[in-house]
C-alpha cells in the first residue's frame, strides 16, 4: 500500500469519526457567512436578570414601577450621565431633538438648527426659535424625567454607559420653553407639572415610560400624583420610544 492511499485512508477514518460523533457534516465551502448569525451584543441597558414586559397603557405601566424613598443625592454631577450631549456623526443630540420637534427648522452644514418654531408642550406657547447668544437658551432640551431625579431613583445603580444613554434618548429629551423648564427644576410630578393642562397625560406617560425602560422608582407621593393625572385619561398610551 502506498504512502498516500494510507493517508487518504486515515483521513477517511477521522472524517467518519467526526460524523459519528457530532452527527453534523459541515461543508465549509457551502456555509453562507453573511447570514450567519452575529454574535449575541449587550442589551442597552440590563440593572435586572429578568425581562419586564413594560404594559402599552401608562395606568398599567404605572402599576409595574416600584415605590420607594428618594436615595441620597450624594455624588450627583451632571457628569455622572456623560460629558454633555452625545454625537451621532456630525450631529448632537440637542440639535437632534429640535430638528424633530421645531416646525420649519432650518439646519446648516454643520447639523446645527438655526431657526424654527416650536410649539411649547409645557406652556402651549408658539416660539420664533432663532440660534443666537442671547436668543437660543428661549428653546431648551428638557430631561422629561430630571437626571437629579433619576439619580434618586436608581439611575446611581446603574452603569455610566447606561446613564449616558438615558440622558441622551429620545424618550427622554423634548424641546420646551426655556423659562418652563427652569421653573421645572429637579421636579417630579408630585412638584411640578405643566402649566398646559391638556399636555398633562402625555407628559406623566413619557415619565412612566422612561422610568420603566431605565428600572428606575417612583416615591409614593409621585405616583399618587400620576394617577390623579392619568385618572382623566384612564387610557393614554406610553408613547413610541422616540
Known amino acids: 500500500m502506498t504512502k498516500r492511499l494510507r493517508l487518504r485512508r486515515v483521513l477517511a477514518i477521522a472524517v467518519l469519526i467526526v460524523v459519528v460523533l457530532t452527527g453534523i457534516v459541515v461543508n465549509p465551502d457551502s456555509y453562507n457567512y453573511e447570514t450567519a448569525p452575529a454574535a449575541p451584543t449587550q442589551p442597552e441597558i440590563a440593572p435586572t436578570s429578568r425581562s419586564v414586559v413594560v404594559p402599552s397603557r401608562a395606568l398599567d405601566a404605572l402599576e409595574t414601577l416600584a415605590i420607594k424613598g428618594r436615595a441620597s443625592k450624594t455624588d450627583y454631577a451632571r457628569r455622572q450621565f456623560g460629558d454633555g450631549w452625545t454625537r451621532v456623526g456630525v450631529c448632537d443630540m440637542r440639535n437632534i431633538i429640535l430638528n424633530r420637534d421645531l416646525d420649519n427648522a432650518v439646519v446648516n452644514d454643520q447639523c446645527k438648527v438655526i431657526s424654527g418654531v416650536l410649539t411649547d408642550p409645557y406652556t402651549a406657547q408658539r416660539i420664533q426659535f432663532v440660534r443666537g447668544d ?16 433619576a439619580w434618586q431613583k436608581g439611575a446611581q445603580q446603574l452603569d455610566l454607559a447606561t446613564r449616558i444613554a438615558l440622558a441622551n434618548d429620545p424618550l427622554e429629551l423634548l424641546a420646551v420653553d426655556g423659562d418652563a423648564n427652569q421653573a421645572k427644576s429637579a421636579g417630579d410630578a408630585a412638584t411640578w407639572l405643566p402649566p398646559n393642562k391638556s399636555f398633562r397625560c402625555q407628559y406623566i406617560a413619557r415619565q412612566i415610560a422612561v422610568k420603566a425602560k431605565y428600572h428606575l422608582w417612583v416615591t409614593d407621593a409621585e405616583k399618587q400624583a400620576m394617577s390623579r393625572v392619568l385618572s382623566t385619561c384612564p387610557d393614554q398610551l406610553l408613547p413610541i420610544n422616540k
Open 134 to 149: 442671547t436668543t437660543s437658551d428661549d428653546v431648551q432640551i428638557d430631561h422629561v424625567v430630571a437626571l437629579s431625579d
